[in-house]
């Protein structure tokens, strides 16, 4: 990691850690769970504020988005794209489950902002390595 990416490496971990906080509460359903592990488990929203802070932060270091882009921008902004990804396919797993009352909403919302943060990322790291972003064209 650069210096100029030590920031978001501080956050990256920070979320990683909340992302085993998520996995504790998907692998403890509310309807069949006992209210000790319900407590142990659940989701603090204070994790999702703290993720738009970031994400605020580094969102006003960006130029506007006026495109739709590709995942581009460097190794770095590729491998954040490739998570966003990743993070969207989790997203839609825990949807379902949220809808069923079998995990706290919050679990949901926090990893809805997470692919919102790791876009955000995936493109502050392209600005900071001067790389460009693929801008999105329609087929003819």
Not at 25 to 45: C, G, H, M, Y
Not at 46 to 59: F, R
Not at 98 to 106: A, C, I, Q
Request: glycine fraction near 4%; aromatic fraction near 6%; charge should be neutral.
């Amino acid at each position: 990691c650069t210096d100029a990416h030590a920031g978001v490496q501080d956050q990256l971990e920070e979320i990683q850690s909340r992302l085993l906080d998520v996995g504790s509460a998907v692998a403890t359903p509310i309807d069949s769970s006992s209210e000790s592990k319900l407590k142990r488990v659940q989701f603090n929203a204070e994790s999702t504020s703290q993720l738009e802070a970031w994400l605020d932060a580094l969102d006003e270091q960006l130029p506007p988005l006026r495109n739709f882009i590709l995942p581009s921008g460097g190794k770095a902004a590729a491998q954040l794209h490739m998570a966003r990804a990743v993070c969207r396919r989790a997203e839609r797993s825990v949807v379902p489950l949220v809808r069923s009352e079998l995990v706290d909403r919050e679990v949901g919302v926090y990893l809805n902002r997470l692919s919102d943060y790791l876009f955000t990322a995936a493109r502050y790291a392209s600005l900071r390595e001067g790389k460009p972003e693929t801008v999105y064209k329609k087929a003819s």
